[in-house]
């Protein structure tokens, strides 16, 4: 009996071992393979995610219509753009004129000119952009090669008081208004550096001055609140209107040259007649009571202003209506200029930025039809298409 017991544990014994040893044998030759195919299937997942993930990547990236910001370490004065190519020069407080080369994907800086012992204020480029116009407070005006950055023509001492801004009247003449009042024309053919005319008849610093096609007057604003005009050819005071409550510290042409926009540092508008330069014909009341420091026509009857509120506002003069904010910066805006296509403003603040906003919407929007539903409170805070902030409107309307 015991024998027979010992047998069956023996037979149960040796069966259970063979079982392992088959066991072991499936399990290594199905192993690899199971692990192989486990592994493409793994690699056919990551794959897919991977195509997900970028996708989902690609989806978030800014698709820019304009340059990125360029942050300045020194205080500008001025911004220029180039009138034929995509470059943009910076005039700043050190006397240096920074040039930079800008696209939709990043600027370059390539080139710092060291132009001026104080601070360089205005910077314009000649009609063809070879000549790189510049004054500041040395009281000194330059004109430099843009190719070449050589200097061609230097004025020193050409004011006896520091030297505000300047305008290009044509290929050979311009003009600069210093911070006492004095308005000076140049010519750069005269073989002296002495001024065709020198007129003093504004009692605080010349702000702006412009001028249109016919080339006889030249109009001008000035921190004592007036607009004068001067006649260029007979070299003598032409009009000058009353005094206005505020500084009026930049211009622009509307209209084909016969319409001129004057702002001041409490914020209103005032819309003057070509040829009638004693009194405004219209005024624009402001909406924030603060200063507009600077002013661009985007068409011939819409302009962008920046100032004191942080903001760059777009107004239609005719008819008038407030359209919307552009853009905005943290601190006041102080310079705007546009490129040579008309499609980018860039703006300067004291917040140390450059910004660039595409203003191309312009050509197609329709003024006559009120843009802002509302009150001051909602015209005030509208934003357009250019603007880095969304309407609350827009938002729901989406939802």
Not at 12 to 22: E, N, V
Not at 154 to 181: K, M
Not at 215 to 221: D, E, G, M, N, T
Not at 274 to 300: A, V
Request: glycine share 6%; net charge negative.
């Amino acid at each position: 009996m015991n024998q027979v017991i010992l047998t069956v544990l023996f037979l149960i014994l040796t069966m259970t071992a063979m079982l392992i040893m088959l066991l072991q044998v499936l399990q290594n030759e199905s192993g690899p393979s199971t692990s192989k195919g486990e592994n493409n299937e793994n690699d056919v997942e990551e794959e897919e995610e991977d195509e997900v993930i970028k996708a989902i990547l690609k989806s978030k990236e800014i698709h820019r219509d304009h340059p990125p910001t360029i942050s300045i370490e020194d205080t500008l004065s001025d911004i220029c753009f180039h009138p034929t190519r995509d470059i943009l020069a910076l005039a700043s407080i050190t006397g240096d004129v920074l040039i930079y080369k800008y696209n939709n994907e990043q600027n370059e800086l390539v080139s710092t000119q060291e132009l001026h012992e104080k601070a360089c204020r205005d910077i314009e480029f000649n009609e063809d952009g070879g000549i790189l116009f510049s004054t500041g407070k040395d009281k000194t005006i330059m004109m430099s090669d843009v190719a070449t950055e050589k200097l061609i023509q230097i004025y020193e001492n050409a004011h006896e008081h520091p030297i505000y801004c300047l305008s290009l009247i044509d290929e050979n003449t311009f003009v600069t208004g210093d911070d006492e009042g004095y308005v000076k024309l140049w010519d750069r053919r005269q073989k002296t550096n002495n001024p065709v005319f020198s007129l003093k008849e504004m009692d605080d610093f010349v702000s702006a001055m412009v001028t249109n096609d016919d080339k006889r007057y030249l109009v001008c604003s000035s921190g004592d609140g007036t607009l004068t005009t001067l006649n260029i050819r007979g070299k003598k005071l032409h009009v000058r209107t009353e005094d206005y409550p505020q500084e009026l510290l930049c211009l622009g042409l509307f209209k084909h040259g016969r319409k001129i926009l004057a702002a001041g540092s409490k914020g209103n508008l005032y819309l003057f007649n070509w040829g009638e330069f004693g009194l405004h014909s219209d005024e624009i009341p402001s909406l924030t009571k603060k200063s507009i420091n600077c002013m661009i026509p985007i068409t011939e009857n819409i302009v962008v202003t920046g100032g004191e509120d942080k903001m760059l506002r777009a107004t239609s003069l005719f008819p008038n209506r407030q359209l919307g904010i552009v853009g905005q910066h943290d601190m006041s805006v102080e310079c705007l200029d546009i490129c040579n296509d008309g499609t980018i403003i860039a703006s300067y603040s004291y917040d140390n930025s450059v910004k660039f906003w595409n203003v191309s919407y312009f050509e197609t929007l329709n003024v006559a039809q009120p843009l802002i539903k509302g009150g001051k409170q909602k015209q005030l805070k509208h934003n357009l298409p250019s603007s880095k902030l969304e309407n609350a409107s827009d938002f729901f309307a989406d939802l």
